[in-house]
């Protein structure tokens, strides 16, 4: 009798369970609504593509077994010795661009772990730099208070287990264990979380056919175990064509659009990611975007409702090159001046143009002036409110002509320094609840 029920008991279980699994994901394991928000409030980080791969300038991952042979490539790491890395520096020049956060390639294709792992030979330990570069970057953004972050790719092409190789060739390697080789992401993503404790995780290579939404759901719920207010990217599905589910069966908590600023949303959050330069490992003389390419870009994002994640590539000897720095501490300069205007604000209600951009907070919106050289600006009127007040962000007076259904926002002919600036609209009610204006 005692055993009968047992054995039901066992069965039904099992049915529940398989229930479970055909369910749509359950969004209850999602982060707290609140813990997003303050991801979003921050609105500017820094990404950091790094790894013995920068000894040829080359770009991190897609270029092993194209521009550098497999052979040479998987061999760097016995002469990869930043003796001039520090942390410190690293995480300076991030604060002096007036970012709060920052995102370290701690794994990328490559799968050369930039911390010692205890599950890989392949990893910082086994170079003549020895020293732990995450571990030390984690430590520098605690104390500076940045948030930490880390990138950790879901591909690997140089793991026995997983089973693709090489970006330029796909065959599927048939000794490969995919189960096997998910005990090691978990044993590295724990050690990772339980050793470093970063606020998110930024997930990548989620394209490739070994990988499915089953694996991405499983290591998502996994990571809520370990850490129930851990951040994560939605680059954990595969939804083939590199895709992105950014609806409710979305895998992760933000959408990721990559060289590109994503769509004015006020309910999926989003982070752009930009290279400052054209690769996103460092290369000898790579170009680097002006400072007006710069701001426009962080413009659009906040005006969009979302944040930019800025990347820079550090040099072989553990510096981030004098160029980037200067151009980080000018953005730094410009949001030291217009910040109100970008940080804990949400985007819109206007739909941002290549002319403009809009911000807003309580009962202000921000107006970000992006191509300086027109006289005026004209919107649509915003239904339901009047513009008390208009004045360039801690400046002068502006004009506003009221023509039928428009504002004719009269803009400063001079005085300005040429690069992107704020007029603040304050409104005699809410700016937060105003309906998107396209
Ligand atoms: C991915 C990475 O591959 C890249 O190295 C970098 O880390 C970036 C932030 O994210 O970017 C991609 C993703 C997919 C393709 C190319 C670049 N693709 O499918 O060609």
Known sequence: MYCKQFILTIILSAFCGLLLNAQPYDKSVHTDPEIIRGFMDKRFGMFIHWGPVSLRGTEIGWSRGREVSKEDYDNLYKEFNPVLFDANDWVKAAKDAGMKYLTITARHHDGFSLWPSKFTEYDIAATPYKKDIVGALAKACKKADIEFCIYYSVLDWYHPDYPIHSAADQTIDPKADMDRYIMFMKNQLKELITRYDPYMLWFDGDWEKPWTNEMGRDIYAYLKELKPDLIVNNRLSNVGGGKRRTDDSMVGDYD?????????????????????????????????????????????????????????????????????????????????????????????????TDHYASTRKGNKIYLHVLNTDTATIELKKIPGRKIQSAAVLGGKQVNIIERDEHLLVQLPSSGQSGLNYIIELTLDGDAESIPVIR
Request: aromatic share 8%; proline share 7%; with cysteine.
């Open 256 to 352: 990721t659009p990559e060289q590109k600023v994503g769509k004015l949303d006020m309910n999926v959050p989003w982070e752009s990611c930009f290279t400052l330069s054209s690769q996103w490992a460092w290369k000898p003389n790579d170009n680097i975007k002006s400072l007006d390419q710069c701001l426009d870009i962080l413009s659009k994002t906040s005006g969009g409702n979302g944040n930019l994640l800025l990347n820079v590539g550090p040099m072989p000897d553990g510096r981030i090159e004098a160029r980037q720095v200067t151009r980080l501490q000018e953005i730094g300069q410009w949001l030291k001046n217009n910040g109100d205007a970008v940080y804990n604000t949400f985007g819109g209600p206007y739909e941002p």
